[in-house]
């Protein structure tokens, strides 16, 4: 039941992280290397040739960061197990220390009133599996069945909340296409669409596996990337052209919500992207597409941007580029709040799932000043636009059951290093130091109202 904040009673509100991008403690406790590991070690690849060996030594000081979680009035936290820190090899030998580094985060969680939000894979996969084939391989969906299995059977008398994998495409296609994320490698289409296929039957076969197995009632979901349209005005030409394009798949190696939600929600690849990709598609039977498309409980999404369309003379979008000195953050993506309200209702109103935004955030250039303070007034500004946003996109009948921002900590991110800051708690890298931002309080503000101190929603159309 929603509040007259807009938001539900029980909604969740909560921060996230990821596994590779925040533990740190890479050769400790039994923990065999991921695929990010090797590819940090490639000259170039990642901004400084930074890695993420340290990181934010989350893996030493996850006490104090959920003490901060606690203070800020958290109560829900999506987090990431790293395959390799349970199963060193991917498969085979379970490693009980780090089972036990999970076991006392959730239990810390627990303690300090905060709901563990489980992502099973974040990017980070065993080397030892990569070396056997990979994604590629015709078994990749038992192993990751298989590592499921493992880390449900350990924390699901603790843990209700599930998501099999995060942003599909980013690993896919950044990974295995393009060359520019881990593993590295530049496959030839028809073998990337395998990689994909293959990630959509390990993430039915996971489902399978947390529905037959968890102790608790469970809810999963999975984690998806959006590139959803905003229309240019609020016209009904332009609403239905921006809904339109946004699950349009017409071109090979799309990165459309349609090819990436459609399988595992509706249980069919998109028609135009079938077409698109031609002979480079894989064979798929009726049995697979079962599979892939088990029944879900929520739909994550992570939104950041958005294109901007308009309908154009012949009825096709136009895409519109965003005005001259459109705010854009340091990560050089533009502001765009409208982009989470359309998000969540193009995709509620086509997949009827509950939405959870799990991750939403902008990073800055962010440092302690002298008063020894760190000062993020446009992260502060970012909040009240996106979440009024968010606000309204439930007013309007969106089931939005949860927000998480991006990210709880500064934080490795991926090949931009240590470059990007995301956090709301500011991170010293040479010693660790966590100081809280002043997003940090605001962002506390909010929760401890349930949005309703949030300024009214204000498109940016023009």
Same mark, same amino acid.
């Given at each position: 039941?929603?509040t ?17 991008q $925040? ?26 040739? /930074? ?20 203070r ?9 197990? *790293? ?6 090899s ?15 985060l959730?239990?810390?969680?627990l ?9 099973l894979?974040?990017? +980070? ?17 038992k ?22 994998? /995060? ?14 994320? *881990?593993?590295?490698d =530049?496959? @030839? ?9 293959n990630?959509?039957l ?11 197995? *968890?102790k608790? @009632? ?11 349209k ?18 349009t ?22 028609? +135009?992207? $079938?077409? *698109?990709?031609?002979?480079a598609? %894989? ?11 088990? %029944?879900? +409980? ?26 001259v000195?459109?705010p ?52 502060? +500004? ?13 007013r ?6 949860g ?12 090949a931009?290093?240590f =470059?990007?800051r ?10 660790g130091?966590?100081? @809280? ?8 503000k909010? $929760?401890?109202g349930?949005?309703k101190?949030?300024p ?7």
């Amino acid at each position: 039941m929603k509040t007259n904040s807009g938001f539900r009673k029980d909604f969740s509100w909560g921060a996230a992280t990821a596994a590779y991008q $925040i533990e740190g403690a890479v050769r400790e406790g039994g923990r065999g290397p991921s695929t990010w590991d090797m590819f940090c070690k490639k000259p170039g690849a990642i901004w400084r040739d /930074n890695s993420g060996d340290v990181a934010s030594d989350h893996y030493h000081r996850w006490r104090e960061d959920i003490t901060l979680m606690k203070r800020l009035g958290l109560d829900a936290y999506r987090l990431s197990i *790293a395959w390799s820190r349970v199963m060193p090899s991917g498969t085979g030998h379970i490693n009980p220390k780090g089972l036990g580094f999970y076991d006392r985060l959730v239990d810390g969680l627990l303690k300090a009133g905060i709901k563990p939000w489980v992502t099973l894979f974040h990017w +980070d996969y065993p080397l030892a599996l990569y070396k056997r084939g990979g994604w590629l391989h015709p078994d990749s969906p038992k192993w990751f069945a298989d590592y499921t299995r493992v880390v449900v059977d350990r924390l699901s008398d603790r843990v209700s909340d599930w998501m099999t994998l /995060n942003e599909p495409p980013c690993f896919v296609f950044i990974g295995h296409l393009y060359g520019t994320h *881990a593993p590295g490698d =530049k496959l @030839p289409l028809a073998r990337a669409l395998r990689v994909q296929h293959n990630t959509f039957l390990s993430h039915g076969r996971g489902v399978q596996v947390i529905r037959e197995r *968890a102790k608790l @009632p469970p809810r999963v979901g999975i984690a998806c990337v959006s590139h959803s349209k905003t229309p240019v005005s609020l016209g009904k030409a332009d609403i239905e052209t921006a809904r339109q394009s946004t699950f349009t798949t017409d071109t090979p190696a799309s990165w459309s919500d349609a090819w990436w939600m459609d399988p595992v929600i509706l249980g069919r690849y998109p028609e +135009d992207g $079938i077409r *698109a990709n031609g002979k480079a598609m %894989p064979k798929v039977t009726r049995d697979e597409m079962a599979l892939m498309s088990q %029944p879900l +409980d929520f739909l994550g999404i992570n939104v950041y941007q958005g294109g901007r369309v308009r309908r154009g003379a012949n009825g096709k979008a136009v895409e519109v580029p965003y005005p001259v000195g459109n705010p854009i953050t340091a990560f050089k993506w533009n502001l765009a709040p409208d982009s989470l309200y359309w998000a969540a209702r193009f995709y509620y109103e086509r997949y009827r799932l509950p939405i959870a935004v799990t991750e939403n955030g902008m990073s800055g250039t962010d440092w302690a000043s002298l008063d020894g303070k760190v000062h993020d007034p446009q992260r502060i +500004d970012f909040l009240d636009r996106y979440l009024s946003a968010l606000r309204q996109a439930a007013r309007d009948g969106a089931d939005i059951i949860g927000y998480f921002h991006w990210s709880l900590l500064d934080n490795f991110e991926w090949a931009e290093g240590f =470059k990007e800051r995301f956090g709301l708690i500011h991170v010293d890298y040479p010693t660790g130091k966590r100081t @809280p931002k002043d997003s940090y309080y605001h962002y506390r503000k909010i $929760i401890s109202g349930n949005g309703k101190n949030l300024p009214k929603y204000r498109p940016m159309y023009r």
